[in-house]
């Protein structure tokens, strides 16, 4: 039986051999996810597996205006941030808390600072010092890599910048004060591996 796509077009079936390759040159990180929805995905992994318990915190949110066009639905029409958002995640691994955030940027050899907020930088510091373990897990989208960075590596440039200190990361300091993160197929960030890595060098982070 012959079948056409919806556009008019013949269908023609691949070989198996033609799918296998496909399949083997599929990268774990291509998947047109978003670095949340990778860490996300992870997450559950670590829930389900019974290895740890981190979710991403709900923003704060102040609904205004609701309409009801029918009993059964409603629909938002205003509403505004309660107050600033911290950190993305946290939860609890090995007895410890964890806070860390997760940002992206398309830049290819830099990280910029300005995607952090004062009040973000803040909780990380008051968490750190109460002993979480905090940082930040950063994806350069265009090079598909995915690096975490400690908090306190972090804070070194933060506190810099606005000494006359550069406004961004380098990538290659990135590189050499952080822990690249290789995608797998589960979990797909395996985060946490660099995390066990931290604690049996240094049990403070």
């Not at 995905?41 to 318990?53: E, P, T």
């Amino acid at each position: 039986m012959e079948f056409n796509y919806p556009n008019g077009n013949k269908f023609v079936p691949r070989s198996i051999s033609d799918k296998l390759m496909t399949k083997r040159s599929v990268q774990f990180g291509k998947r047109g996810m978003t670095l949340e929805d990778e860490i996300n995905n992870s997450n559950q992994y670590y829930l389900s597996h019974d290895i740890a318990v981190i979710h991403k915190k709900p923003t704060p949110i102040q609904i205004v205006k609701v309409k009801y066009p029918k009993r059964s639905a409603a629909q938002i029409q205003e509403a505004y941030f309660r107050q600033a958002s911290t950190t993305d995640y946290n939860g609890v691994y090995k007895g410890k808390y964890i806070d860390f955030d997760a940002k992206e940027t398309t830049n290819k050899t830099s990280f910029p600072l300005k995607n952090f907020h004062e009040h973000q930088i803040k909780h990380m510091k008051q968490c750190l010092n109460a002993g979480g373990i905090c940082f930040t897990v950063i994806k350069f989208v265009k090079l598909d890599r995915v690096f975490l960075l400690k908090a306190s590596d972090l804070f070194h440039y933060w506190d810099n910048k606005d000494d006359g200190g550069r406004q961004s990361i380098p990538l290659v300091n990135i590189e050499q004060a952080g822990f690249e993160i290789k995608y797998k197929l589960n979990p797909t960030i395996p985060y946490l591996d660099v995390v066990d890595q931290l604690l049996n060098d240094n049990p403070f982070i």
